[in-house]
């Protein structure tokens, strides 16, 4: 059973840093493609931040040069260190794991981060 859970979501205020981590369990991260999504109160789901088998990485122009995708491998794990939070980064962050050889895509239940202003 393939199990993705996030963690590391909490209150900061504007200006502070978090760092999210998503633990991966029935698959192995470096085999798909992973992601960060997020989704604040109101809005859709929107994509955040990606990292590839080979480690290539892409953000959404709203979190360049502040958030960070990373993953380790020997944890099975992934990572989005988040610098210099707004309010507007406010929202749920749900990790991705998606590997289009098998057609499959994987969710975790999401981690909430609230950034007061």
């Known amino acids: 059973q393939v199990q993705l859970v996030e963690s590391g979501g909490g209150l900061v205020p504007a200006g502070g840093s978090l760092r999210l981590s998503c633990v991966a369990s029935?698959?192995?991260?470096?085999?798909?493609?992973m992601r960060w999504y997020r989704q604040a109160p109101g809005n859709q789901r929107e994509w955040v931040a990606t990292?590839?088998?080979?480690?290539?990485?892409n953000y959404t122009n709203s979190v360049k040069g502040r958030f960070t995708i990373s993953r380790d491998n020997a944890k099975n794990t992934m990572f989005l260190q988040m610098n210099s939070l707004k309010p507007e980064d406010t929202a749920v962050y749900y990790c991705n794991a998606d590997n289009p050889i098998l057609n499959m895509s994987y969710w975790g239940q999401g981690t909430q981060v609230t950034v007061s202003s």
């Open positions: 990292i590839t088998t080979l480690r290539s990485t």
């Open positions: 029935g698959i192995i991260l470096s085999r798909n493609t």
